[in-house]
C-alpha cells in the first residue's frame, strides 16, 4: 500500500505561479514511477504530468507544456509540481498517482494509488 498526500494549491491570479507537493508513504518510493493529474468541474480527469522512478524523465501534456515542470526527491518521498504562468483554464483539482511500471502512462487507469487531490484556482 502506498499512501499519497497532495498540498500547495489554492487561488492565485493568472500568470502567477504555485508549486504542488505529493508527500508518498509505505512501500517504497523511488519503486514507483509519478504523475500528476487534473480535473475541472464537469471535466473528465486528464493526465498533466509524470517522472519516471528515476527522475530522470518526464512528459507533459501539450497544455502544459512549458509552463509547468515536475520533479521528484527520492529521499524525502515527494514529488512536486512546480506551475507557473497560470491560466485560468488551469484551475481543476489536482492530483497525484503511482504506477509501479517504471513508464509514463498518460491515461488513469495505468496508475495503482492516487491522492486526494489539492484545488487550484486561477483567476482572471
Known amino acids: 500500500q502506498v499512501q499519497l498526500v497532495e498540498s500547495g494549491g489554492g487561488l492565485v491570479q493568472a500568470g502567477g505561479s504555485l508549486r504542488l507537493s505529493c508527500a508518498a508513504s509505505?512501500?517504497?518510493?523511488?519503486?514507483?514511477?509519478m504523475a500528476w493529474f487534473r480535473q475541472a468541474p464537469g471535466k473528465e480527469r486528464e493526465f498533466v504530468a509524470g517522472?519516471?522512478?528515476?527522475?530522470?524523465?518526464?512528459y507533459f501534456a501539450n497544455s502544459v507544456k512549458g509552463r509547468f515542470t515536475i520533479s521528484r526527491d527520492n529521499v524525502k518521498n515527494t514529488v512536486y509540481l512546480q506551475m507557473n504562468s497560470l491560466k485560468p483554464e488551469d484551475t481543476a483539482v489536482y492530483y497525484c498517482?503511482?504506477?509501479?511500471?517504471?513508464?509514463?502512462?498518460?491515461?488513469?487507469?495505468?496508475?495503482?494509488?492516487w491522492g486526494q487531490g489539492t484545488q487550484v484556482t486561477v483567476s482572471s
Open positions: 517522472i519516471s522512478r528515476s527522475g530522470v524523465n518526464t
Open positions: 509505505g512501500r517504497t518510493f523511488s519503486s514507483y514511477a
Open positions: 498517482a503511482c504506477t509501479e511500471f517504471n513508464t509514463i502512462i498518460p491515461t488513469m487507469n495505468g496508475y495503482d494509488y
